[in-house]
C-alpha cells in the first residue's frame, strides 16, 4: 500500500508535466525540446500508473508500456530529423526553420 | 515509503529542471536520467516492478544513449545551438509565464481534484511482477502488444529513409 494519498501523486504529475512544457516553450535547440517531451511522457505516464494502482487494475501499467515504447519510436524519428536539420544547415535553432510557414 | 516518494519526486523535479536550465546538451541528458531514476523509484513505491525495470532500461539506457549518439555526432563544434542561452529575452518570459501558469493550474487540480480521492485498492502480493504482468500483456492485452511491434518497425523503417541513404 502506498504510502502518500493519490492526489500526492498526481499533483507531482502535473507538476512535472507543466515543467517539462516549460521546457519545449523556452528552449530553443530541437535535442532540449525532445528531451523536455520525453519528460512530459513521463508524467503521464506516472500518472497512467497511479490510477491503475488505485484501481487494482493492470490497463494502466499496460498503457504506459505503450507509451513507452511509442515514445522510443518517437525519439528515434525526432532524432533523426535533427540529424537531418543540422546537416541542412550550420544553425538549428528551431526559429530558423520556417520554409513551412506561410 | 514516505522517505522514498519524497525523495524521488524531488529527483525527478531537480532533473526536468535541469533540462530547463543547463547550458551543454549533455549536462542536460545526465539531469534527464536524473529525472528517470526518480520516476523508476516512484513507479517502485507504486508496486510496479516491471514498469521500473522498463524505464531504467528503454529510458535510462536505449534513449538517452540514442541523445548521446546525436550530441557526440553534431556537437563537435565550437558555437552552441542557442545563442541567448542564459539570458531572459521577452519570448522566454513569455514561455516562463504560460508555463508557471499551467503548473499552478495542473498543481491545484492535482491537489484537490475529486478523481485523486480514490483510496488504494487492495491488490495481490504479486501485483506489477514479471510473471503477472506479462500474463496480463499476452493474454487479455495481446492486440495493443501486437500493434506496438508494428510501430517499432515503421519507426526502424522511417529513420533508415529518413538518414540512410547515401547522396551521391
Same mark, same amino acid.
Given at each position: 500500500?502506498?504510502?502518500?494519498?493519490?492526489?500526492?501523486?498526481?499533483?507531482?504529475?502535473?507538476?512535472?508535466?507543466?515543467?517539462?512544457?516549460?521546457?519545449?516553450?523556452?528552449?530553443?535547440?530541437?535535442?532540449?525540446?525532445?528531451?523536455?517531451?520525453?519528460?512530459?511522457?513521463?508524467?503521464?505516464?506516472?500518472?497512467?500508473?497511479?490510477?491503475?494502482?488505485?484501481?487494482?487494475?493492470?490497463?494502466?501499467?499496460?498503457?504506459?508500456?505503450?507509451?513507452?515504447?511509442?515514445?522510443?519510436?518517437?525519439?528515434?524519428?525526432?532524432?533523426?530529423?535533427?540529424?537531418?536539420?543540422?546537416?541542412?544547415?550550420?544553425?538549428?535553432?528551431?526559429?530558423?526553420?520556417?520554409?513551412?510557414?506561410? | 515509503?514516505?522517505?522514498?516518494?519524497?525523495?524521488?519526486?524531488?529527483?525527478?523535479?531537480?532533473?526536468?529542471?535541469?533540462?530547463?536550465?543547463?547550458?551543454?546538451?549533455?549536462?542536460?541528458?545526465?539531469?534527464?536520467?536524473?529525472?528517470?531514476?526518480?520516476?523508476?523509484?516512484?513507479?517502485?513505491?507504486?508496486?510496479?516492478?516491471?514498469?521500473? =525495470?522498463?524505464?531504467?532500461?528503454?529510458?535510462?539506457? %536505449? #534513449?538517452?544513449? &540514442? +541523445?548521446?549518439?546525436?550530441?557526440? $555526432?553534431?556537437? *563537435?563544434?565550437?558555437?552552441?545551438?542557442?545563442?541567448?542561452?542564459?539570458?531572459?529575452?521577452?519570448?522566454?518570459?513569455?514561455?516562463?509565464? =504560460?508555463?508557471?501558469?499551467?503548473?499552478?493550474?495542473? %498543481? #491545484?487540480?492535482? &491537489? +484537490?481534484?475529486?478523481?485523486?480521492? $480514490?483510496?488504494? *485498492?487492495?491488490?495481490?502480493?504479486?501485483?506489477?511482477?514479471?510473471?503477472?504482468?506479462?500474463?496480463?500483456?499476452?493474454?487479455?492485452?495481446?492486440?495493443?502488444?501486437?500493434?506496438?511491434?508494428?510501430?517499432?518497425?515503421?519507426?526502424?523503417?522511417?529513420?533508415?529513409?529518413?538518414?540512410?541513404?547515401?547522396?551521391?
Amino acid at each position: 500500500m502506498p504510502a502518500f494519498s493519490l492526489n500526492a501523486y498526481v499533483a507531482l504529475s502535473a507538476v512535472l508535466f507543466a515543467l517539462g512544457g516549460i521546457g519545449v516553450l523556452v528552449r530553443r535547440s530541437p535535442l532540449a525540446m525532445l528531451m523536455s517531451i520525453e519528460l512530459m511522457l513521463n508524467a503521464a505516464n506516472l500518472l497512467f500508473v497511479a490510477f491503475g494502482r488505485a484501481h487494482g487494475g493492470y490497463e494502466g501499467q499496460i498503457m504506459a508500456f505503450l507509451v513507452i515504447t511509442v515514445a522510443a519510436a518517437e525519439v528515434a524519428i525526432g532524432l533523426a530529423l535533427t540529424v537531418l536539420l543540422f546537416r541542412r544547415r550550420p544553425e538549428a535553432d528551431v526559429d530558423q526553420v520556417n520554409e513551412l510557414r506561410l | 515509503m514516505n522517505v522514498v516518494f519524497i525523495v524521488a519526486g524531488l529527483m525527478a523535479i531537480a532533473g526536468v529542471l535541469g533540462v530547463i536550465l543547463a547550458k551543454q546538451p549533455v549536462y542536460q541528458v545526465i539531469s534527464t536520467v536524473f529525472s528517470f531514476l526518480g520516476l523508476a523509484a516512484l513507479y517502485l513505491s507504486l508496486q510496479s516492478e516491471f514498469l521500473a =525495470v522498463i524505464q531504467l532500461i528503454v529510458y535510462g539506457g %536505449a #534513449i538517452m544513449i &540514442l +541523445f548521446l549518439f546525436v550530441i557526440a $555526432l553534431l556537437s *563537435a563544434r565550437k558555437d552552441p545551438v542557442e545563442k541567448d542561452v542564459g539570458q531572459l529575452t521577452r519570448p522566454k518570459l513569455l514561455g516562463y509565464s =504560460v508555463g508557471g501558469a499551467l503548473l499552478v493550474m495542473l %498543481a #491545484i487540480v492535482g &491537489l +484537490f481534484g475529486h478523481e485523486g480521492r $480514490l483510496d488504494w *485498492a487492495q491488490v495481490p502480493a504479486d501485483f506489477g511482477q514479471v510473471k503477472a504482468f506479462g500474463y496480463q500483456l499476452l493474454t487479455t492485452n495481446v492486440f495493443p502488444f501486437e500493434v506496438l511491434a508494428f510501430i517499432l518497425m515503421v519507426a526502424v523503417i522511417g529513420v533508415m529513409i529518413l538518414v540512410g541513404r547515401h547522396r551521391a
